[in-house]
């Protein structure tokens, strides 16, 4: 495989990284401002889209890794377990089931008994589609903010430990609040679903079909359509409106003796919605200040310093002094620093100008055993 094939294929891995960063964020806010069903179909297969070719992507690397011996080395140091978690979680539990449904159409999918079960556990999970943010650490290798490769490795690292920790920290939380005894505001919606249910029997059970429709759609808004062996009773809105605004999972079905039941479920699916975007937005503003603020702070007080003495030591006419920060001069680097100004530069000095006395100027037997305190330092 050549370099240019390679290049083009991590060129296009960044791309995608991209695109799927923004198709998350939009489809949240089409769900949050009520887009069409039509266009929140496309965001549902480009999501199944993205999630399928990160999800080859990973069992390629893994693939070739493990054929090659470096199983461990890519998990570990290369970080393929950003992209295990980015990609297969997200097709098993959240994109490829909104596909198979999407593909099943909302009404067989919605008629057939104990499927809401599923949808329930799928949107309990929902909050694992933030998962794709940790694909973003991949730009890291490609942004030279430094030229130190300690600089990049150590902010790459702990950015993905403070991004993992968050998500996951949300996600086991979303998942166990209920268990927790935390308010969840779809449980609450199921519960007065149910209750809506139940005063509609016991109203049809002591008045005529009529009056009980009447009560019934009065005090429920989310009461979108009653039907009575397959026959509409009652609808709150015309068709053209539900094919147009509504899709699988914008509403929940109930059955109670001959009549069945569907209720919007947008408003809950809103708030997850934006509590989604809200994550979005605390992880993007976590990324950013950690590649812009403490990235150079990172370097100009570990990388820059250790990067000036380096080059002191490996080059002859390499005289910078290490700028000591006033408010960092207790730290151990800057302390190492002090003594590589005062000390180890005063006797290169020395050592230069003896070897331009003698007869081999480009000779400069500096030791590091000669250098008395810096040397008790570094050893």
């Not at 902010?155 to 949300?170: G, L, Y």
């Not at 268990?179 to 505001?185: K, N, V």
């Not at 809103?270 to 603020?293: G, K």
Request: overall charge neutral; glycine content about 6%; proline content about 2%.
């Amino acid at each position: 495989m050549s370099k240019k094939f390679i290049s083009f294929l991590e060129g296009l891995v960044i791309v995608m990284i991209v695109l799927v960063l923004v198709q998350t964020f939009v489809e949240d806010l089409a769900v949050l401002l009520g887009f069409t069903w039509s266009f929140r179909k496309i965001l549902i297969v480009s999501g199944f889209v993205f999630d399928l070719f990160f999800t080859l992507e990973f069992l390629t690397r893994f693939y070739v890794a493990l054929s090659m011996g470096d199983l461990k080395e890519y998990m570990g140091r290369r970080q393929g377990w950003i992209d295990l978690i980015a990609s297969v979680p997200l097709v098993i539990l959240n994109s490829g089931p909104a596909f198979v449904a999407l593909m099943a159409g909302s009404g067989v999918l919605f008629s057939v008994g104990g499927i809401l079960n599923i949808l329930k556990i799928v949107k309990t999970v929902r909050i694992a589609r933030i998962l794709r943010l940790l694909r973003v650490l991949k730009i890291f290798k490609q942004i030279k903010n430094t030229n130190s490769v300690m600089a990049q490795r150590h902010i790459q690292k702990v950015t993905a430990m403070v991004i993992t920790t968050f998500v996951f920290t949300v996600f086991v939380f979303s998942l166990f609040s209920g268990f927790l005894g935390f308010p969840q505001s779809d449980t609450a919606f199921d519960k007065s679903c149910q209750q809506t249910v139940r005063a509609f029997t016991r109203a049809i059970s002591g008045a005529d079909e009529r009056v009980a429709l009447e009560s019934t759609t009065l005090s429920d808004d989310a009461l979108l359509i009653i039907k009575k062996g397959g026959i509409t009773v009652f609808s709150k809105h015309n068709n053209s409106y539900f094919y147009t605004f509504f899709g699988t999972g914008d509403y929940i079905y109930f059955e109670e003796g001959d009549y069945s039941f569907f209720f919007d479920m947008r408003e809950v699916n809103r708030l997850e919605s934006r509590n989604n975007l809200m994550y979005f937005l605390i992880i993007v503003i976590i990324t950013v200040i950690l590649m812009f603020v403490y990235s150079p702070h990172f370097a100009m007080t570990i990388s820059d310093p250790i990067h000036v003495m380096r080059r002191g030591l490996d080059e002859k006419g390499y005289n910078f002094q290490v700028k000591i920060l006033d408010k960092f001069k207790d730290d151990d680097v800057f302390r190492l620093g002090e003594s590589y100004n005062e000390v180890f530069l005063a006797m290169k000095d020395l050592q230069n100008q003896q070897a331009g006395d003698s007869d081999d100027p480009d000779t400069l037997e500096l030791k590091m055993e000669d250098l008395g305190d810096l040397g008790d330092i570094l050893g």
